[in-house]
């Protein structure tokens, strides 16, 4: 069974620290990975994705990914209370489905 | 109208209701999903649509039957729930399977 593991949380930071999100996937053939941020009974949208080892910074936003080790991180710069919210780690694997983690909740103190 | 939307937002609906969710999206993509999420569990994939066929059924029960007339719609039928089929449904789409999702707003639905 293909699985995206995520700490449910809640991970609690001060207000202009950096939070930390993380998720390890076991399809070793998923190549392409996406973060989606899902506010209490509201959809999940989109914040970034990432295909490439490394990092890729979008504002405030940086996702990493470390493909040998089934790794991938959110970081979240300057953290705010707008912020708070559920952080869906997603792997799209090697037949092309996406397979959601069940998200890690954040919350960030005033 | 922009984005994916969904009607109803909430619904309240006995076991033995027939009720129906409806997804429209404005995106001009060509693949639709429907998802399950019920608390502190993962979302559950539940149908793709591509192309207006349907290419996924995750063993899903007879109970939810889905209907896609065109490549803008896509909508799920419900008869005869049960009580454990409370949960957000949510509807996405995409341009193309495996490519980012779109999210409409979701449906709550809750059978007494």
């Known amino acids: 069974q293909k699985e995206v593991e995520q700490n449910s949380g809640p991970l609690s930071v001060p207000e202009g620290a950096i939070a930390s999100l993380n998720c390890t996937y076991s399809d070793r053939g998923s190549q392409s990975f996406f973060w989606y941020r899902q506010y209490s009974g509201k959809s999940p949208e989109l914040i970034m994705f990432?295909?490439?080892?490394g990092d890729k910074e979008d504002g405030r936003f940086t996702a990493q990914l470390n493909k040998a080790s089934q790794y991938v991180s959110l970081l979240i710069r300057d953290s705010q209370p707008s912020d708070s919210a559920t952080y869906l780690c997603?792997?799209?694997?090697?037949?092309?489905?996406?397979?959601f983690g069940s998200g890690t909740r954040l919350l960030v103190r005033p | 109208e922009t984005g994916v939307t969904q009607t109803p937002r909430h619904l309240v609906m006995g076991m033995t209701n027939k009720k129906s969710l409806k997804c429209e999206q404005h995106?001009?993509?060509?693949?639709m999903y429907w998802y399950k999420q019920s608390a502190k569990k993962p979302l559950e994939l539940m149908f793709v649509y591509s192309l207006e066929e349907r290419v996924e059924n995750n063993s899903v029960p007879s109970r939810f039957s889905p209907e896609c007339p065109n490549s803008s719609h896509l909508f799920l039928h419900l008869h005869t729930l049960q009580p454990e089929d409370s949960a957000l449904y949510l509807c996405?789409?995409?341009?193309?399977?495996?490519?980012?999702?779109?999210f409409g707003p979701g449906t709550r639905l809750l059978v007494l």
């Open positions: 996405a789409s995409s341009q193309g399977q495996g490519e980012t999702q779109y």
């Open positions: 990432i295909y490439s080892n």
């Open positions: 997603v792997a799209r694997d090697s037949s092309y489905k996406l397979i």
């Open positions: 995106l001009g993509h060509n693949a």
